[in-house]
């Protein structure tokens, strides 16, 4: 921390905020993990750089190319309202861009902002005026998706015999607060190396005032109040699951840095062996700025990884055996196109062709495999069929290679493509900000994550019918499952599992459960697909994110599940005794991807381990790609696995 800075700051609160002499900001938005809305060191909050106090009708500036600086990004950006007080200024953008942007800011209170394509991407300012002692967030805050929140509430409400009002924080904006400082202050990220330390983030330790009036309530040291409500765990050394995996996982470690890269380009794979259960290999691809890699899937005989990079324009092809690059399709190389923010890859199990999502555009890009194992562009596959920039993000392919679903994170909607026709065959509201899915294993439903709804969207599949989708047809909303219904946003009670910010949400191969990571609440949430309801949570770790499934080794399968802002990839024994039910789920181990020593291709010299996203297990089991296995690999299969939706013995 930058005592001199804080001092400074605190200093200024207590004389009163007439004295605080801050003017316009900029924030330069980037690629750096952490530093994504980056103010400068001048705002450098205890390691931290994405916080602003500035003063009403100040104006913000939000910089992504500006002559000569070498953080232009290559990627594409939103910069998008998601937190202000009621009745403040917004700004939002329908296209992802790399433009400037710039908002004069009257309203006292706080504001946050955030990329709709990389929504860990976050950037704050407080407008402060005067007469507060310490740091106003506002009465009223309106979180995008959800709605308008008051900061305080009575504690005393409802009670019997009514007690005088006695007002606290809102719980929500607690949580708000201490995810904003987590996920933007890379020193306050979870590091499974420090056994036997206390994970406390470090806050600014300021003092906030929530609310104004008899509602007001001050906080005399937000760092205190924080840590105090929330942190204080003891890390402990991480053990191997008793019972083996088959083959390997491998992770997208996308905000380590390396040697050979500028912080801007970030991003590493970590390869993990699924029986010696340690990070046994790091592919950073140095010479190709591999910016932010994202997610990978595997082709059919598994030889080849494909692996994207959000962050940037390129798709890779990697060799499963020693991590070496064999292609790379960049700018400019799709057919003479650009693939902007590549984001998801999956392959077709009838034509192995291999899709991934261009997050940035409003289109798919298409691949054919050449007998080398190297791939041709065959085209865009347009997402939208009523305009509009649909940003796809995690996109499913159906069991039969016969159509993709999409989450069209800029438009609300999901997208259902048929492959026979290669047309659009429907596209439906889903809810705010939908970024993945996952499909049944014989595509009678499928499942959309809502980032911003913090809900499940439960699809009608592509093989679904009126009479199985509850009156829907393909592509149409069967239901949501709200998962924050568990939860009390005033006062932070919670009476069952739990789930906010959802990402990736795939569906067990044999189709009884969707396993779902959740980014702000830190919690792995399961739903029961016979019923459609959330049966079970598991404790995760912050920024909880990627989910796929793996063989276990005898039958059955585990969930291994990575985080963004910690660096261990936990592994999920959902069903221990593989009775159908998830009330004995549990961790069954975890591997710290932090390795210094292994194989590598580049020298990693930050933020170890840090970063997880995209997780891929090889050998793939899902139904429809495992039937496309070698012999090699299906031999240590157990009959179900090979089978796994019972109709393909
Ligand atoms: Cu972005």
Redesign the pocket.
Known sequence: MKCSRMLSLIGGLILGTTQLAFADVTFT?NDTPGH?FDAGPTWDLGGGRSLAIIKPGDTVHFNQTVPGDPRNVE????VTSLIWPDGGETIDQDM?NTKNHAVTLNTEGLYVFV????PY?LGAVIVNGEGHEGLYLGDNLTLLGVGSVPTTFDVNAGTNPPQPPSYAPTNVWLRALRAFFIVTTPSNWKDYTKVGQQYKPAYPPVPVVLGSGPKQVNVANLNAALQGAFDGEIIEKQQKPRQNGIGEIWVDTQYELTAGKEEWFPGTITVVSATAWDAKRKIALPEQKMNNGHNMWASHDQEQIYQTEW?GNSTYVLNRHNGKLLQEIKEGQYGGGTCH?PAHVMTRVDTQQVHVTCNGDNYVAEFNRLPSGLLQFNGFLDMSNNGGQTQPHAHWMGHDGKSMVTPNSNTNNSTLFDFFTYTVKSQEETGPLPIATGMMPDGSKYYVSNYLGHSTSVMCGPTGSHETCNGKDPGEKIKDINLLENYNPTTGDINGPIGGFPIQTPVSPDGKFVIIGNTLTGTITIIDTQKDELVAMVPCDPGCHGVNFGAKKGGGYYAYVTSKFANRLIVLDYDPNNDGKVDDAVIAGAVVLVNDNGPKDDTITGNRGQGGQGVLPVPNVYNGWVQQLPNGYKAQLTPAQRNPNGTNP
Not at 75 to 78: A, E, F, G, L, Y
């Open positions: 938005v994504w990627s594409r950006h939103t992802a990329c709709k394509l990389h991407m962050h923010d």
